[in-house]
């Protein structure tokens, strides 16, 4: 609407000269036009219309009398009542309409929301025309508006009791939340600030027009230096270009990325979409961005990778490019990262961070109004949205960072979406598509003997390729009926090839039966490496190593599954990146994770265990085929059985699955979170205000293809209502206020379901806490639901119970597990007392978990409870991200002081799980146990000596350690240093810093 006004307005200007400038006002008039035609929702378009057909009036007067004086128009248009009137009506009815309309029912709006005022619906594509000083105008109310419900309560979990403050703050809300009449007289006022004098005379109308455009064009000019042209390297210096080149080998860009980063939206920072096929060098853009807002905004960047190893990977990329471009890199995953970040004045930081803790970064920003502060959040796999629990995490993130400010641009990518409208709806961004792959990748199915290139324009779909060139005895045909040997034999040993199967075992299975009819030749292919390699498995188990590895490696091969440490995963990655392993055979997890691309990727069967693959997990997989810069080609080959010939079409030709909103997966966890947060942080106080923010949710973009069974107002209802009745909040009339325990739960990201038995077991710990053991501290941390994963083995746990101490076997019994109980099932006998069995399971977990913080040998404690060690690795990670979640919650409540310091050390001790002198240098992004072990002995003992090391002379000392990565340990660890000295640093300052409000003999 006020958009609407301000084009008018414009072109009243334009009018008495327009012939002459017609250029320059289409130039900066189409795109907002076009936007205005495109993206108008229903709602606006009603708004427009109303005033389209008031200012038709004046426009029509307008071009009738050219030779009338500019101000006397708005001088006359801001008495002209009827017009305020008009814009007070329908801006007034919009109101009415949002705040009664119901959630559910069929809004108008379909492709954007009405929010907290009507200015904030108005995209940033209709305020473009804006003068600069109307935007900063603009920006001020909303921020205000943002800010003062923010301040408006004790920042504390006090309830806010005081009446009179309330009325004060919403007398201030009323009047930040101004009219947009009012704001359109005030701008109206500000663009004709001097019109008495200016005189009537078309000569001087000219100069005054002249003047505001060329102060426009400067404004324009000042924005875009500060923002972006700093250099020459897409506003880079050309510091950042060598970097690319020394430490990345990327010598110049692809087109597609050049496009992209010179897009007109990029380039005035809105929020961006981007997606391209696997491969297709998507990370590139967002670096340069984030260099971009590092380096020449000065602001701080987070960007969020889906899982641990990908952050840390990437924090091990970045460290290099923050050594020499003086910024900081942090690493926020697993029990890393500080809350709030630490505030640094003379730097700025790259967050680098999982999905879970970017969202407990971004509240601790809101938290401490440092919101203003991330100039640019990246979302690396935006597809996540729809995965579950997860994907409801990242929605509550970005939906509060969008609601929070607009200082704040979003990025988001990925090579598996279906449905960009609604995510661009969402995140009010613009998109960008391309086709491009460096590497082609060609896509077949076998299917007996025959392979079938895909082909979607095909009405087969499938086009006859080749028969497959093999001789099979006919018992190597019962044992490899896929042909899946003659497969792989095609490009092993010269070129690698992955080989995903449907379930661990099959992984395992198939490695072991492909290497045994291999050649005696594939042995001496990179022998000494493989040995190498082999060697340094047996130092990461401690003398063992899994009898499929040892059997599988010396040929090349080797599987790859959550069942390995992460510490043989990583060893297995890098061996396979190196070509010193040629094939590996893997789950669909792998796809997902570490980028390991390869010549030619099979794919066992269309089924990941019972499911048939979705079309995105199908394309993640595939996409790993094709080595940019080492392959001309990449293949991935589908082996079909008949009976899936007609699914797989449609898995291989469908377009790619939408992307739904998950904050109503699990029967609304998600979004009773959302909520308990949203109050515990001040964001938003009353259901109305949680109605707002819903309002700008993927939640409320999708609402009726999620077909919300109630309406959202009824949820939203039914979420305070849960959440009081847990005791996390309390009404206070209309205004909602978080309770400590509320607070406790949501800065602990501890799941609402086990909030209150988690305070209830902490209090029980309170009144005998066992301090001589670890038992009882690790059984408070052993994750509520990690208990049905897992059925004790009831003579193994009698036999492990038999060897606790009395004070330990007391402990047990105290919170209801006791020897006769255990001993009772061991027997295999009835138990007749009622016990608690999730308490069983947990208790069965903790002595896992207190078997490896004792002997911190993971084999050991996997063969001693017959546990896989992928499962034992799970549960003490796990347990450890619960230890800290559990050590943020006790931070709240002040009657837990004591579990504090007790928390901390324990946290430390389960991230690491290793002697206690192997932890510093295990602190350095990606390096693992063995790798620590082997610096220990090679005298570098701290994080000191390691970030003064030469990586020459590591390479030199340590076996097996490339020169790549022994630059990028000595940088991670440098960062590390520097990051860890200037939060000292700015301790220090702060201490010595001389208080604002130091009271002075005046004010005494
Ligand atoms: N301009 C370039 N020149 C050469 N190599 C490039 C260029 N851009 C990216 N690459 C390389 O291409 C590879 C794939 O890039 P990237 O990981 O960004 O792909 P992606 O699009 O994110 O794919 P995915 O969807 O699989 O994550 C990387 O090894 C990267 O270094
Ligand atoms: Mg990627």
Redesign the pocket.
Known sequence: MNDTGKQEIKIKRVSSRKRSRDSLHTHLRKRSRDSLHTHLTPARRHLQQCLSSTMAEIQAVEYCSDSEDLFGDYDSLLEDSSLLAKLDDVEHNERQRDVQSDFTAPRPSCADVLTDSILDDLGDDLLEDLPPSLHQFQEQVHEGAKRSRLQRADKTSTPLRNTELQRNTEGNESKVRRSVADQLKRTMLCNAASPAAVSRSAALKEAVVSEEVSVAMRAMEAVCAESTDLGPFFGLPSKVKELMSKL???????DW?ETCLNLDCVQRRKNLIYS?????????VAEILVLRELLCRKKDCLFILPYISLVQEKVRGLASFGLELDFMVEEYAGTKGRFPPVKRRNKRSLYIATIEKAHSLVNSLIETGRIDDLGLVVV??LHMLGDGSRGAVIEMTLAKVLYMTKATQIIG???TLGNIRDLQTFLKAENYTNDFR?VQLREYVKLQDTIYEVDPKDEECFRFSRLLNFKYSSSLQKLDPDHIIALVTEVIPTHSCLLFCPTKKNCENVAAMICRHLKQDFLQHREAEKAVLLRELKDSGSGSVCPVLRRTVPYGLAYHHSGLTSEERKLVEEAYSNGVLCLLTCTSTLAAGI?LPARRVILRSPYVATDFLKRSQYK?MV?RAGR??IDTVGESILILQDKDRLTAKTLVCAPMENCFSNLMHDDGKGLRSLILSLVGLNITTSLDQLRDFLCGTLLYVQRRQLCVEKSLTEELRQCVHFLKDKLLITADGQTLHVTKLGKATYKGSVDLTYSNVLYKDLSKGLEGLLLNSYLHLVYLVTPYDMGSQCKPDWMLFFRQFTLLSAAEQKMSAAIGVSESFVARKAAGQTVRKSVNMEVVSRMYLALVLFSLLKETNLWNVSDRFQLSRGFIQSLLSSSSAFCCCVLHFTEELEEFWPFRALLTELTRRLSYCVTSELIPLMEVAGVMESRAKQLFHAGYKSLTHLANADPAALCRTIENLQQKQANQIVASAKMLLNEKAAALQEEVDELLTLPADLPTARTL
Not at 276 to 284: I, M
């Open positions: 990345r080998g990327i010598q110049s860009l692809y990325q391209l096929p696997t491969s297709g060098g998507k990370t590139l690396d796999e990518m990925s090579a460096p980028n993640q996409g940019a810069g």
